[in-house]
């Protein structure tokens, strides 16, 4: 993979190539970058994609735009804008937490029944429905302290003494610098009031491409059956769980997540040729 600055982006890419079946794009969650996606990503490698990991405004190197405020609207058109600008069709859009939720308005605002930009979506432990102790956890953490956000990531997980290096290491890079830290506070001040958490709600059913909801079993931070109910009301959603596992299903089980993925994007049973 290759890390790439250019027109206002920030994103490692990873191109197949020749023309490819798919146009992976991948959306970090909050309080990291897209580095935390890049091991998973490393699996497509071998298929006939092309990925971008995105960095989202406001994490990695790229500053927030000065004329709009950071929330989840600003995070989506700069997908959109990132997708239009690259010309690109036959997306797939994999977004992890509050990237999913990115990664649903996105869908939403660029679907077209006659264009086929957005080709499938795959959200990772949607954080449309937060459970009300760990909102309140969100708004009260110190996102400058590391150890509070090592803390919290734990308990996301199902192993609660296993921690990833890679996670470590892309928190430990966005607190240190103060400038992602103060960004955190904003999006979290814009996007964690109860009139924009009621957007959340709603997303999941204005979704009109296919959508694979892949979710942790033992997830203590999204209210897992709320969730599965929400989503199982919209005909073009198919949800599937990963036994022992938290809200990190690409570090925690990667290969069981990958599995799922990549039936999903190529069916062992499809009579099309890709």
Same mark, same amino acid.
């Given at each position: 993979?290759?890390?790439?600055?250019?027109?206002?982006?920030?994103?490692?890419?990873?191109?197949?190539?020749?023309?490819?079946?798919?146009?992976?794009?991948?959306?970090?969650?909050?309080?990291?970058?897209?580095?935390?996606?890049?091991?998973?990503?490393?699996?497509?490698?071998?298929?006939?994609?092309?990925?971008?990991?995105?960095?989202?405004?406001?994490?990695?190197?790229?500053? @927030?735009?000065?004329?709009?405020?950071?929330?989840?609207?600003?995070?989506?058109?700069?997908?959109?804008?990132?997708?239009?600008?690259?010309?690109?069709?036959?997306?797939?859009?994999?977004?992890?937490?509050?990237?999913?939720?990115?990664?649903?308005?996105?869908?939403?605002?660029?679907?077209?029944?006659?264009?086929?930009?957005?080709?499938?979506?795959?959200?990772?432990?949607?954080?449309?429905?937060?459970?009300? @102790?760990?909102?309140?956890?969100?708004?009260?953490?110190?996102?400058?302290?590391?150890?509070?956000?090592?803390?919290?990531?734990?308990?996301?997980?199902?192993?609660?003494?296993?921690?990833?290096?890679?996670?470590?290491?892309?928190?430990?890079?966005?607190?240190?610098?103060?400038?992602?830290?103060?960004?955190?506070?904003?999006?979290?001040?814009?996007?964690?009031?109860?009139?924009?958490?009621?957007?959340?709600?709603?997303?999941?059913?204005?979704?009109?491409?296919?959508?694979?909801?892949?979710?942790?079993?033992?997830?203590?931070?999204?209210?897992?059956?709320?969730?599965?109910?929400?989503?199982?009301?919209?005909?073009?959603?198919?949800?599937?769980?990963?036994?022992?596992?938290?809200?990190?299903?690409?570090?925690?089980?990667?290969?069981?997540?990958?599995?799922?993925?990549?039936?999903?994007?190529? @069916?062992?049973?499809?009579?099309?040729?890709?």
């Amino acid at each position: 993979m290759i890390k790439k600055q250019q027109r206002g982006y920030s994103y490692w890419e990873s191109k197949c190539g020749e023309e490819p079946t798919y146009n992976i794009i991948f959306v970090h969650s909050f309080a990291c970058n897209s580095d935390y996606f890049k091991d998973f990503a490393e699996k497509f490698s071998e298929k006939k994609y092309d990925c971008y990991l995105l960095d989202l405004p406001g994490f990695g190197v790229l500053t @927030p735009p000065s004329y709009k405020p950071m929330s989840l609207e600003t995070m989506a058109e700069y997908v959109c804008d990132f997708i239009y600008n690259n010309d690109l069709r036959n997306v797939v859009l994999i977004g992890h937490s509050y990237g999913a939720l990115v990664c649903e308005w996105v869908s939403h605002k660029l679907h077209r029944p006659n264009d086929r930009i957005i080709a499938k979506n795959i959200l990772i432990s949607p954080a449309n429905l937060i459970s009300f @102790p760990n909102l309140w956890n969100i708004w009260h953490t110190d996102l400058t302290d590391a150890d509070q956000l090592l803390s919290i990531t734990k308990k996301l997980m199902f192993d609660k003494n296993r921690i990833d290096t890679s996670i470590e290491s892309v928190l430990n890079e966005c607190i240190h610098q103060e400038e992602i830290a103060a960004n955190m506070k904003i999006l979290r001040k814009h996007d964690l009031k109860w009139k924009t958490a009621r957007w959340f709600f709603k997303l999941p059913l204005l979704l009109k491409d296919s959508t694979l909801i892949i979710l942790g079993a033992n997830d203590e931070f999204v209210v897992r059956k709320r969730t599965y109910k929400k989503f199982k009301k919209n005909p073009f959603c198919v949800i599937k769980e990963i036994d022992q596992c938290g809200h990190i299903p690409f570090i925690e089980k990667p290969e069981e997540t990958f599995k799922m993925i990549d039936e999903y994007l190529y @069916p062992t049973g499809s009579k099309i040729e890709f």
